[in-house]
């Protein structure tokens, strides 16, 4: 059985624990795979654990840093691109802007979720098609 290892960069505490059970359902659907997880609320933090290679890294495009103010990820996923290039990112953010999505592209992300009532289907989809 192969680990598969997630990052959940998310600043909202809700919504990290909806990735949390999506991830966990998930787990228990697939016998080939084992999912673990780990949850971080900033950006500074997921960097920094980088050495734990994950697989996936699901993360919002806007996270509030250490002074309470929102950034965004790019720096972190421009960090990812060029140093792990082979980690799966998949940004998942209410931020359905075209500007941002085009950035986001620039910046090499392929996969954009926007957060609404199918995203759990969608991000479902995603995943296991890159399994």
């Not at 084992?34 to 919002?60: G, N, Q, W």
């Not at 592209?105 to 009532?117: L, P, S």
């Not at 759990?120 to 296991?128: H, Q, S």
Request: aromatic share 12%; proline share 2%; charged share 30%.
């Amino acid at each position: 059985m192969k680990n598969l290892v997630f990052f959940i960069v998310e600043d909202d505490a809700l919504y990290t624990q909806l990735l949390v059970d999506f991830l966990e359902r998930l787990n228990s659907e697939l016998e080939e795979y084992s999912i673990t997880y780990h949850t971080f609320y900033s950006l500074k933090e997921a960097k920094y654990e980088l050495s734990r290679m994950p697989d996936f890294v699901l993360l919002d495009y806007l996270v509030e840093n250490d002074n309470a103010q929102p950034e965004t990820a790019l720096p972190l996923i421009d960090f990812i691109k060029e140093i792990h290039a082979n980690i799966e990112l998949i940004v998942v953010s209410g931020f359905a802007d075209e500007q941002d999505k085009i950035m986001l592209e620039t910046h090499g992300i392929k996969t954009f979720v926007e957060k609404d009532k199918n995203t759990f289907i969608k991000l479902r989809e995603i995943i296991l098609n890159k399994l």
